[in-house]
């Protein structure tokens, strides 16, 4: 039997001890009058004397990360989940059943409930002196040693309960993604967009670009689609009237894990009628400020080796200019399908079906260029060919009003202003089709509601997706999406 097999068995052999005593080692709660933050906050300022004749009691409650024995006087640090509390267990005070029957069962990683008076000890310490208490849950699994903790990245993430117990600084994590969540709901409230839900199971996988997930409803025997994207469902209400409208949604797509994708994902997804997409552009410069702004009160933070300036404006480079900035093409070349698919085998740039010029510039900069834009910048100019249902531009027809945010190398944000013309978007859903057949697996299904929504008529909008998890790991200093998702997608336990 291996050492933490063999402490399982102890732990558990304490709880049956207990409940052979009539102690339930699981029973109901009890009423918590107090976090460790709130003591603090009442009495961290007072010295020993004051609290010496200070007559309040509290009940706190939490779980046990150390214990120190000095023989009639255990002390305990007492974690809940505003932080640490020390907690006093005195012979004298609890008398000596109560602390020989904690002494004898009570192990770190239990959650214990305390009811006693607020005192200092020498060191100045904020302690509960405890005259009461009260087992609330006996742990019967030891957690990871104190100082090495739980480093084995992959087990952190999945058992990320564990994690949050042994890390204080993950837990911060996740408490800033609330934050940001927080804040961008706020800040769209206050600019008059609706908050809004649609399907995230959906008849077709339409709005993006990506592989689905799919599924079967048994009582309509119809297939359905785990939703990719909410945009198709998202304009179907600006045509409905609705002007302005957000969705923070989970999506799906059945595409490959890394550093930055789980087939799970949370978007903010916005639409704006009346709108273009310059002025998503400085919308989305002025949120992302705000957010800086709002969790450091300065617009520079440091990410990973460098330091991210949001300062604006920021840098807008057409995609084809980004291209040429960062590779030996010439002007003339980017609208060459033969030189550009040339250039791809040079490269050892993987080529799916028969691409035009577009795609293929798409590809290149996706490859080569996408890695080189640390600072915040727009890339603009994106080819018609891999934009179906953004507008195409009035002057360039080869490609269209659309821009995505790159910072650190990553993709943050897309946007465009949106294709209303129900011809054209009929075309494009067939050319997507045709792409399908020649082994595309990512490209759009033929949505012939959505067609005929744009019938009715959608008005001049501007619309943006932006992606929460990368937005989280830049604005905590993340490496990897799965450090930003509370239970990522893992393979099975072998």
Known sequence: MDETNRIIEQLREKTAALRAQRINPYPTTISVTHTAAQLRGLYGEKTAEELEQCEDRATIAGRIRAIRNFGNA????????????????????????????????????????????????????????????TLLSKSVRPLPEKFHGLTDKELRYRQRYVDLIMNPEVVDVFRTRSEIVRLIRGYFHERDFLEVETPMMQPLAGGALARPFITHHNALDMELYLRIAPELYLKRLIVGGLGRV????????????????????????????????????????????????????????PYQEIEIDFTRPWRRLKMADAVREHTDLAEADLGDAERLRNFCKQHEIAIIGDPGPGKLLTVIFEELVESKLMQPTFIHAYPTEVSPLARKNDENPDVVDRFELFVYGREIANAFNELADPEDQRARFAAQIEAKKHGDAEAHEYDADYVRALEYGLPPTAGEGIGIDRLVMLLTNQPSIRDVILFPLLRKET
């Open 74 to 133: 255990l002390f305990l640090d007492l974690y809940d989940y505003t932080g640490k509390i020390q907690v006093l267990i005195g012979k004298k005070i609890v008398g000596p059943e109560n602390h020989s029957l904690f002494k004898k069962n009570a192990d770190v990683g239990d959650i214990f409930g305390f009811t006693g008076r607020p005192a200092k000890t020498r060191t100045g310490e904020l302690t509960v002196v405890a005259e009461k208490i």
């Open 246 to 301: 957000f969705e923070i949604n989970r999506n799906f797509r059945n595409e490959g894990i890394s550093t930055q994708h789980n087939p799970e994902f949370t978007m903010l997804e916005f639409y704006w009628s009346y709108a273009t997409y310059e002025q998503l552009m400085e919308l989305t410069e002025d949120l992302c400020c705000f957010l800086a702004q709002s969790l450091f009160g300065k617009l520079t933070f």
